[in-house]
């Protein structure tokens, strides 16, 4: 081969590498140059929208109104629904069902200068059950009516969300409003001369405010935010039931500050970071009628502070150290003479008790790298938590307190030596002991069933794990999880005893050409004893799941699919007292299908054809009817047993 090189060719090409001129535009002379009137005129910039339109509608036909919660709130009869996303250079928006009781929108606008605006509403709904009742909400009282009536059991939430971000001079800042409102009932009951259980209207609103400024300089970063939120029951204070004012009080209005300042430091091989935060909660509301307790003023202050320390010893070795500390004062005021009303239904005592607690927290851990792909990781925790009682009417010398320590240690080991496999096993144990509880006046002329603590309980737990993904092939895997845990009570004499809980977690995904076929299932076992002072229980629930599903295109514009899920849950309780009683078990089973169709109709004009079905059977033998038994009036039964259908066709349009 012949070379054929000019002059000037030869001469670049014999230059050494040290004296090899740079021509690249980040060493151009650019000390007399003019930019003002410079414009590129092959430049374009995107200004076109880009997404896609969709619009939804079909039908549903079900037999009880529970169906509501899984198809987009739509009971039987019509089911439709518009949505998509769409984006430009400046702007982008989401929106899902909208129409329906679920709909979801944000949008979002920003400018070349780094500040943009965007913002949210959510709507949602959920049907709980449908009660029979005989008490009805009319104005502020709830009266009783000659025969029962069926109510649903339901409550529809909204959420608007406004926010502004923006840097400058090197700080990014945002500032946040957001509401959020609750509209329904739910399920109370009021004891008299029976225990009634009712429907109680909600219907109030949170509004949240927010400001946060924060910067990031070499290795260090600072961050502060302040957050204000009100809370508002647009109902009454109390509600006058079945003609007796001031049966039952509503939640009452409320106001909290909460201001946080973090940071964080990176050293060469080492991180620190910091948090402090403190928050107010105030709550001014008036009282209704009480025969101990004439005024209440409520205020709670809080104080939290992290610090956490890890610095890497070398290239297997990483250590971390943390210390929290929390800290809850009620400083609430009250008026009133001391009287103790124990409620005969519940057992629980209607008096304001005001409470303090104190949790510090330590912990310490390694991470160490064994061998290229082995890993093994540990971590112990050290826990103590104080709580403090006061009562009005006595001073700091006659609180009541309790406290608990908690030793915790766990340790994984990661294997990813292998090419197709890898594994982790994992353990855990913990131990709360010293418990200590000082009942010289809260609970001292009281039953033993009121001085049941449960989280004071010395307790012993232990846990392990061990979980496994193989690689048959490249188109097949396989994954499973295997776990227990045990709770010991050694202590207790009246109360939890012991629980177990273990199961068994397994997947695959396998493709078959161009068909996916994946499937799941697992099941799970908790098992738990508990004592009395002449009685013991056993409870035994079951939780098994299922589920298996192909995606398989037909063609290039043709793609089909279906997903089958399978839930079933059970749980026995037996009692043992004077002879042994085994009450109905309870059980809920679930079977949903879904089967699909996409197709592609043209370049922008999509088609799909989605297909549910879902099938739910419950059994509670708790469920007793409205007055079954003396002395109680209940809701009725509140299981969930329908069949359901849902048939959607949905248009989209790509732009």
């Known amino acids: 081969m012949k070379w054929q090189l000019n002059l000037i060719t030869l001469a670049l090409v014999t230059f ?104 949210e509403y959510a709507h949602f709904q959920r049907l709980n059950a449908q009660a029979e009742s005989s008490s009805v909400l009319i104005g502020d009282e709830i009266i009783k009516t000659v025969a029962p009536l069926t109510q649903d059991l339901e409550m529809s939430r909204e959420r608007y969300n406004l926010t502004a971000k923006g840097d400058i001079y090197g700080f990014t800042g945002a500032v946040s409003a957001t509401q959020h409102t609750r509209e329904g009932n739910r399920v109370s009951s009021v004891p008299g001369f029976e225990t009634t259980n009712i429907l109680v209207p909600v219907d109030d609103r949170t509004n949240q405010y927010s400001a946060e400024l ?38 009452p209005d409320n106001d909290a500050h909460h201001l946080t300042f973090s940071g964080g430091y990176q050293f060469d091989k080492s991180y620190l970071s910091a948090q402090f935060s403190h928050g107010e909660y105030h709550q001014e509301s008036q009282l209704i009628d009480s025969t101990s307790l004439l005024a209440f003023d409520g205020e709670v202050y809080t104080t939290d502070a992290r610090v956490k320390f890890s610095s890497l010893l070398n290239a297997k070795t990483r250590v971390y150290f943390g210390a929290d500390y929390s800290e809850r004062n009620n400083e609430s005021s009250m008026i009133g003479e001391l009287e103790w009303n124990v409620d005969p239904v519940t057992g629980e005592l209607q008096e304001i008790v005001l409470q303090d607690q104190e949790t510090i927290r330590l912990n310490a851990g390694v991470n160490y790298r064994i061998a290229s792909g082995y890993r093994f990781s540990a971590d112990y925790e050290y826990q103590q938590k104080d709580y403090q009682y006061y009562q009005s009417g006595y001073d700091v010398d006659s609180l009541n307190s309790e406290q608990t320590e908690q030793h915790t240690l766990n340790g994984k080991l990661s294997v990813r030596a292998f090419e197709n496999l890898d594994m982790a096993l994992s353990g855990e144990i913990s131990h709360r002991d010293q418990s200590e509880l000082n009942a010289n006046l809260l609970l001292a002329n009281n039953n033993d069933i009121m001085l049941r603590r449960y989280h004071m309980a010395d307790r012993t737990r232990a846990k392990t794990d061990f979980s496994v993904n193989y690689a048959v092939s490249t188109n097949f895997t396989v994954d499973a999880d295997v776990y227990l845990a045990q709770d010991l009570y ?145 809701l009725g039964s509140l299981s969930e047993n329908y069949n359901a259908h849902m048939i959607m066709l949905t248009l989209s349009y790509n732009l």
């Open 16 to 119: 050494t590498s040290t004296a090899m001129a740079n021509y690249s535009m980040s060493n151009a002379n650019t000390t007399n140059a003019n930019f003002d009137k410079w414009k590129c005129k092959r430049c374009v910039v995107p200004t076109e929208v880009s997404g896609n339109i969709d619009v939804s509608i079909g039908g549903v036909e079900n037999d009880e109104d529970h169906s509501v919660n899984s198809f987009n709130s739509f009971d039987s009869g019509l089911a439709y629904g518009v949505g998509g996303q769409l984006k430009s250079s400046n702007a982008s928006m989401y929106a899902s069902n909208l129409g329906s009781e679920r709909a979801f929108i944000e949008g979002e606008m920003h400018t070349d200068s780094n500040f943009s605006v965007s913002g």
């Open 214 to 251: 924060s910067t990031n300089h070499n290795n260090l970063f600072v961050n502060a935010k302040y957050r204000y939120s009100t809370f508002t029951n647009e109902l009454n204070n109390s509600l006058a039931i079945h003609g007796k004012p001031n049966a039952l009080a509503m939640t």
């Open 490 to 634: 050694t202590e207790t004499e009246i109360g939890l005893t012991r629980s177990y809980d273990y199961g068994v977690n397994v997947g695959m995904n396998y493709y078959i050409g161009k068909t996916n076929v994946y499937s799941s299932a697992a099941v799970q076992w908790i098992e738990s004893d508990q004592v009395g002072t002449s009685w013991k229980s056993d409870i035994e629930d079951q939780f098994v799941y299922f589920s298996v599903g192909v995606d398989h295109p037909l063609s290039d514009t043709v793609n089909v699919g279906m997903d089958y899920q399978f839930a079933d849950a059970q749980s026995n309780t037996g009692v043992v007292e004077v002879w042994t009683v085994e009450y109905d078990p309870y059980t809920s089973t679930t079977h949903s299908l879904r089967a699909y169709m996409n197709y592609a109709m043209s370049e922008r004009v999509d088609l799909a054809l989605d297909y549910r079905f879902e099938k739910s059977d419950e059994s509670d033998w708790s469920d007793v009817g409205i007055d079954e038994i003396n002395g109680l009036v209940t």
